[in-house]
């Protein structure tokens, strides 16, 4: 395997605990990107919004390409997915 920055986004976000923010993703009240952190070894990524954090869960059977696969489900278990590109992500920390 190639260490590309992709790469080391990959193996940096499938830790716990790690900080990282994405473009495209601004909190409105601040004006600010949001900033998102992984939980229970990278399968859980939860915002920082102190009165409602949301959280995904992250795919891992279709999260091998260039994208990071995130899933939810709503009140009505109703599925929502989406998919990032690993060249949007910064990491923080």
Same mark, same amino acid.
């Given at each position: 395997?190639?260490?590309?920055?992709?790469? @080391?986004?990959?193996?940096?976000?499938?830790?716990?605990?790690?900080?990282?923010?994405?473009?495209?993703?601004?909190?409105?009240?601040?004006?600010?990107?949001?900033?998102?952190?992984?939980?229970?070894?990278?399968?859980?990524?939860?915002? !920082?919004?102190?009165?409602?954090?949301?959280?995904?869960?992250?795919?891992?059977?279709?999260?091998?390409?260039?994208?990071?696969?995130?899933?939810?489900?709503? @009140?009505?278990?109703?599925?929502?997915?989406?998919?990032?590109?690993?060249? !949007?992500?910064?990491?923080?920390?």
């Amino acid at each position: 395997m190639r260490k590309t920055k992709s790469n @080391l986004k990959k193996a940096a976000i499938s830790a716990e605990g790690v900080k990282f923010t994405i473009d495209g993703f601004i909190d409105y009240g601040t004006n600010n990107l949001i900033v998102f952190e992984t939980a229970c070894k990278g399968d859980v990524i939860i915002d !920082s919004d102190p009165w409602y954090p949301r959280q995904m869960n992250v795919d891992r059977e279709r999260s091998k390409g260039r994208f990071l696969s995130l899933y939810s489900y709503d @009140l009505m278990r109703n599925r929502t997915t989406s998919n990032i590109q690993y060249s !949007s992500i910064t990491i923080l920390n």
